[in-house]
């Protein structure tokens, strides 16, 4: 058990560009969640899988936004006509299911738009 | 979306005891955790209070009163490892644990 693997861990695109990020959960944790992280602020939740089904989407998560688990292991995020607004960090973070279980978090992408 | 209120940045001393504290007000509370993050890393699990009182776990303790909507993390002995910035998430019934984050606290340690 690797831990959550984030990929690319650094990202600089220009404006108006797409973006992909990737997640490799723990393997056996079925909920994988992603969160946006901007300086000095908490995480901020952005969407939810329990195994394949994206299950809720945050308002934050514009219709620029799309993310996919197709399998219900890895996850991807993509980012469309990138904004400066955009540049953050991209938490992933999977757990088991249950209500009462800690979630592991990924080392993050960090994403700026110039 | 819910009040989560945590002091920006702390100081405190090598050896010494510090305690963050975080006042939450929402609707369906669940449980409160506890994150680590140091700078350009991932937030890690520290602790997890679903009832009142005290949880230990070596140098670290948090503490919850849910009437009071008020939890604290309690660090002892401070090493300078510990300088980090502390985040305080509460979770909802049947929201699948999705975390509601704090801003966090910023703790730096000092010789």
């Known amino acids: 058990d690797t831990g959550v693997s984030q990929d690319p861990r650094h990202k600089i695109t220009k404006r108006g560009q797409n973006v992909t990020f990737r997640c490799d959960p723990i393997?056996?944790?079925?909920?994988l969640y992603w969160y946006r992280q901007t300086l000095g602020q908490g995480p901020e939740f952005l969407t939810y899988?329990?195994?394949?089904?994206?299950?809720?989407k945050s308002r934050l998560l514009s219709d620029r936004f799309s993310a996919e688990r197709p399998k219900g292991s890895f996850s991807t995020l993509e980012i469309q006509r990138t904004e400066q607004g955009d540049s953050a960090m991209y938490l992933c973070?999977?757990?088991?299911?249950?209500?009462?279980?800690?979630?592991?978090f990924g080392q993050g992408t960090r994403l700026t738009v110039v | 979306g819910q009040n989560i209120d945590q002091p920006t940045e702390m100081t405190a001393t090598e050896g010494a005891i510090v305690q963050i504290n975080c006042t939450y007000q929402?609707?369906?509370?669940?449980?409160l955790f506890w994150y680590q993050q140091h700078a350009g890393e991932a937030p890690t699990f520290l602790s997890y209070?679903?009832?009142?009182g005290l949880e230990e776990k070596g140098r670290f303790s948090s503490f919850l009163s849910r009437s009071k909507g008020y939890s604290y993390l309690l660090l002892k002995e401070l090493q300078m490892k510990d300088s980090a910035s502390y985040l305080c998430?509460?979770?909802?019934?049947?929201?699948?644990?999705?975390?509601?984050f704090g801003s966090g606290t910023k703790l730096n340690v000092k010789p």
């Open positions: 929402t609707s369906g509370f669940n449980g």
């Open positions: 899988f329990q195994n394949e089904a994206q299950l809720e």
């Open positions: 998430a509460v979770t909802k019934v049947d929201n699948f644990n999705k975390f509601y």
């Open positions: 973070a999977s757990s088991r299911r249950g209500s009462q279980t800690e979630a592991f």
């Open positions: 209070n679903v009832l009142d």
């Open positions: 393997s056996e944790h079925n909920r």
